[in-house]
């Protein structure tokens, strides 16, 4: 059973309009919530997080919104580059625990 | 500061070959893990280590065995390849502040 869901398989923006990444979890027990980036034959590299006690952080382009009520989780990307083109994981670690857990990966495409 | 490095970048094996996969960090983490990242399945645990000589399993343990001599160094054996472990392995460490930071991947083909 899925604890992490992207639901979104793939997502294709215009460059310049926002981009918005969705993941949904399901234990409340999660208190850690991070996004990756994946390009192709690379490894995948941190690009923001955000804990449970917060439910906005921002990094320059990027935002995450955290949504603790609907078990939810969304990565904002304004305004969307073609160099944002990439595979794009959802991550959670429950509390206490070393480990974390992804979702399947949204793959976002900006058209220029 | 090399960060996270994996070799070898690329493996094809024939069924039933063994192969030890290597990662390092030179970040002083504790916590080290592998991964294996397969199409339409995102990244999935293999096991994971939170200091030398102590390592746990993960969501996908079976067939893959694991050694953390040191802190700085995790190797990933797989003793009889399949070709169901064809696949992209990810290494990572963590510093304790839960964010994971992740080598290029070893690709391996197993035929």
């Known amino acids: 059973d899925q604890q992490v869901k992207q639901n979104s398989p793939s997502l294709s923006v215009q460059e310049g309009r926002i981009s918005i990444l969705n993941c949904d979890y399901t234990?409340?027990?999660?208190?850690?919530f991070l996004w990756y980036k994946k390009y192709p034959a690379e490894g995948p590299t941190f690009l923001i997080s955000?804990?449970?006690?917060?439910d906005k952080n921002e990094d320059g382009r990027f935002t995450v919104f955290l949504n603790k009520s609907a078990k939810h989780l969304s990565l904002h990307i304004v305004p969307s580059q073609p160099g944002d083109s990439a595979v794009y994981f959802c991550?959670?670690?429950?509390?206490?625990?070393?480990?974390?857990?992804f979702g399947k990966g949204t793959k976002l495409t900006v058209n220029p | 500061n090399a960060g996270v490095t994996q070799t070898p970048k690329f493996q094809v094996l024939k069924t039933g070959q063994s192969m030890t996969l290597q990662c390092a960090q030179d970040?002083?983490?504790?916590?080290m893990y592998w991964y294996r990242q397969d199409p339409g399945m995102g990244l999935r645990l293999i096991h994971y280590?939170?200091?030398?000589?102590?390592?746990d399993q993960g969501e996908v343990p079976n067939g893959y065995n694991v050694s953390r001599l040191n802190k700085r160094e995790f190797s990933l054996r797989l003793e009889s390849a399949a070709p169901s472990q064809t696949s992209v392995y990810f290494c990572?460490?963590?510093?304790?502040?839960?964010?994971?930071?992740f080598g290029p991947g070893t690709r391996l083909l197993v035929l």
């Open positions: 280590s939170v200091g030398a000589g102590i390592t």
């Open positions: 955000i804990s449970s006690i917060k």
């Open positions: 991550a959670v670690r429950q509390g206490g625990s070393e480990k974390l857990v």
């Open positions: 234990n409340s027990m999660f208190d850690y």
């Open positions: 970040m002083n983490h504790n916590s």
């Open positions: 990572a460490s963590s510093g304790g502040a839960w964010t994971q930071y």
